[in-house]
């Protein structure tokens, strides 16, 4: 049986259309309650990485959020959370400055602080046995992932995947990139968590994506998508072809696949459209944008390439760029490295500096920057 991947397009943040656009793509995955019975306790797991305003295109849009929030209840469902654990900052403070607070007050949503951890232990997982998780999480009984469409420095994009990376609490995020340094390991981690948290349905936010320096420093562009599905590599797969990039590259499809978590090769997904049933190379071409920017280059080299790699001469790195860092310190704090791989060297008054010894290029300290100061070369 393949994978179903809808794709409803949206034009804009405009609460009504975000709101038809929600309805349709939900009746076309077969309805809330085909995966959700209305009793059970629900988690909204949005994208909430740092504080941002809506339109950079860093956060689940709130437009998207709250009208999620209003269908479940419409559709009767009561006891509903929502919330992230962020990289930065505080969850409610985000919920509250992005205006989603409003809105799941409006609906009856509770915020979900993702404050508390559980060591929660995992012996099936192939490479992940035991994550430190937000108790909001394990509370629930349903997941929903709400992610947002964006590149992403480790794996090439992050999308419904790399979502539930925020199940994990806090600092105990920071962690996991010691622990799984390449973007293979990464990407395996992943997938064990997903298969551990079950999201029972995925959406993602692709009105506004984002491009380039992402997760957090690249530019917002319009995809004016809203795609929904009950697994998650599929979707990213979509994600992938509506950018033109070949999702055999993004490691948490093809580990993704491999760990049985879903498909990415085209002849097993379908792909609805409210025009009907369309291929992937069509969607592509009707909706997609082949100028999108991201990385579309292979990072596995091998042979006596692999050997000069290996001793990090060609690998890309974090860098900073002097005239547009404030020296807040932020990329400092995020290094997950044992005695920091960044710092400020050489003094208060100047950017920091990285030592690349020591520097596993996880990416944290890009990924956190409020000043889109680094970039990834
Ligand atoms: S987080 Fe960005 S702006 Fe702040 S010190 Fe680091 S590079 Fe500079
Ligand atoms: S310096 Fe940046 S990329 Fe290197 S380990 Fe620290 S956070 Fe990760």
Not at 48 to 63: E, F, G, N
Not at 178 to 190: G, H, K, Q
């Amino acid at each position: 049986m393949k994978s179903r991947v809808i794709l409803i397009p949206c034009p804009s943040y405009e609460e009504g259309q975000v709101y038809e656009g929600m309805k349709e793509g939900l009746r076309l995955l077969g309805g809330l309650r085909s995966v959700i019975d209305t009793k059970e306790r629900v988690l909204l797991k949005l994208n909430l990485v740092r504080s941002a305003p809506a339109d950079r295109a860093v956060i689940t849009h709130p437009a998207v959020a709250a009208a999620l929030a209003r269908l479940l209840r419409e559709e009767g469902y009561e006891d509903v959370h929502a919330g992230d654990s962020c990289g930065f900052g505080s969850p409610l403070k985000i919920m509250q400055e992005s205006g989603m607070a409003a809105a799941f007050e409006k609906y009856g949503v509770s915020l979900a602080e993702f404050k508390e951890s559980v060591r929660v232990s995992y012996p099936k997982g192939v490479h992940a046995k035991e994550f430190m998780m937000a108790r909001d999480v394990c509370e629930a009984d349903a997941i929903i992932s709400v992610s947002k469409m964006k590149t992403h420095a480790l794996e090439h994009i992050t999308g419904a995947v790399k979502n539930q990376y925020g199940c994990i609490q806090g600092l105990n995020k920071a962690k996991g990139h010691t622990a799984y340094p390449s973007p293979e390991s990464f990407a395996r981690m992943l997938a064990d968590l997903n298969l551990k948290v079950k999201p029972r349905l995925y959406v993602m936010d692709g009105i506004v994506a984002m491009e380039g320096n992402g997760p957090t420093s690249g530019d917002p562009v319009p995809m004016n998508v809203l795609l929904f599905s009950t697994d998650p590599v599929a979707l990213d797969s979509v994600f992938c072809r509506l950018v033109h990039l070949a999702p055999d590259l993004v490691p948490t499809n093809v580990c993704g696949e491999q760990m049985g978590l879903g498909v990415w090769r085209e002849e097993k997904i379908e792909l609805v459209t409210p025009e009907g049933t369309v291929s992937l190379q069509e969607a592509a071409e009707r909706y997609g944008n082949p100028d999108f920017r991201v990385n579309r280059k292979k990072e596995k080299i091998k042979g006596w390439m692999g050997a000069v790699s290996f001793f990090r001469i060609f690998q890309r790195k974090p860098r900073i760029l002097p005239e547009q860092c404030k020296k807040c310190g932020v990329c400092v704090e995020s290094c997950p490295v044992e005695g920091k791989a960044i710092s400020f060297a050489n003094g208060r008054n100047q950017p920091p500096v990285y030592d690349y010894r020591k520097c596993i290029r996880c990416f944290c300290c890009q990924e956190m920057c409020p000043h889109k100061a680094i970039k990834v070369k």
